[in-house]
């Protein structure tokens, strides 16, 4: 197991609101609690996530919106940032790496978070959001090279974005092995506590169960109660 390094400043992309919640609120909720500024980027406007004949993407869009703010307020989070994509239709654009870029650049992470670009086949009943991979794409090449390069998108530089690299990188979720855990055991009430604001997308009952789940069975790989899991890599 890998010595956990707090990050002073830490950036999640993810596709939609509620992906990080899902995904990583227990090493947020851990890191926020010891004094990190952890900043959520959301690609999409989220406004496709429904089955409800009455519901309009509009109203979709800021349901979603506000609950992914509750659950900021939960995890202790220092921002929430909506690009407002369309959700079901992102793609890793330029325009979306630049967008990134100029979030990187803005907050300047020491540690990002984003989900694999790569689609897997655990299990037999998820194939996974095609959204996802986009988003996670660009925001790898968001990271590099493009964040750290002074001649790409020089327009950020006359927003007065000097160009950042980013120390280390998490994917979650990972299409090859695991190298960094984080125990969330501390933490998995508070990360349980934001996942139940996505009133809209989730089952609670079911959300919780398979939550639990999901961490225990990473949290036996390093003999804790509950973890978190991801792919780190180093480029310092």
Not at 103 to 111: G, L, W
Not at 149 to 173: A, C, N
Request: overall charge negative; some cysteine.
């Amino acid at each position: 197991m890998t010595t956990e390094v707090i990050p002073s400043i830490a950036m999640v992309v993810v596709a939609h609101p509620d992906d990080a919640d899902w995904g990583c609120s227990g090493s947020v909720a851990r890191w926020a609690q010891q004094g990190s500024k952890v900043i959520y980027v959301i690609c999409t406007d989220g406004s496709k996530g429904s089955d409800d004949p009455e519901m309009t993407p509009d109203r979709l869009i800021r349901t979603r919106k506000a609950e992914q703010e509750s659950a900021g307020r939960v995890l202790g989070l220092h921002k929430v940032v909506f690009l407002d994509y369309e959700d079901a239709m992102l793609e890793p654009s330029l325009d979306l790496r630049r967008d990134l870029v100029r979030q990187i650049r803005r907050y300047k992470p020491d540690t990002l978070i984003c989900g694999s670009p790569v689609r897997t086949f655990d299990g037999t009943g998820y194939l996974g959001h095609p959204d996802h991979q986009a988003s996670a794409e660009a925001a790898l090449a968001a990271v590099f090279p493009a964040a750290r390069d002074r001649l790409t998108f020089p327009e950020l530089l006359e927003e007065g974005l000097d160009p950042h690299k980013v120390s280390t990188v998490l994917i979650m979720q990972p299409s090859v092995e695991a190298n960094r855990w984080v125990d969330v055991t501390a933490t998995m009430d508070i990360a349980l506590e934001a996942l139940m604001q996505h009133v809209s997308q989730i089952d609670p009952e079911g959300a919780e169960r398979n939550m639990r789940y999901w961490r225990k069975r990473i949290g036996k790989t390093i003999g804790v109660e509950y973890a978190e899991a991801f792919r780190a890599f180093q480029l310092d």
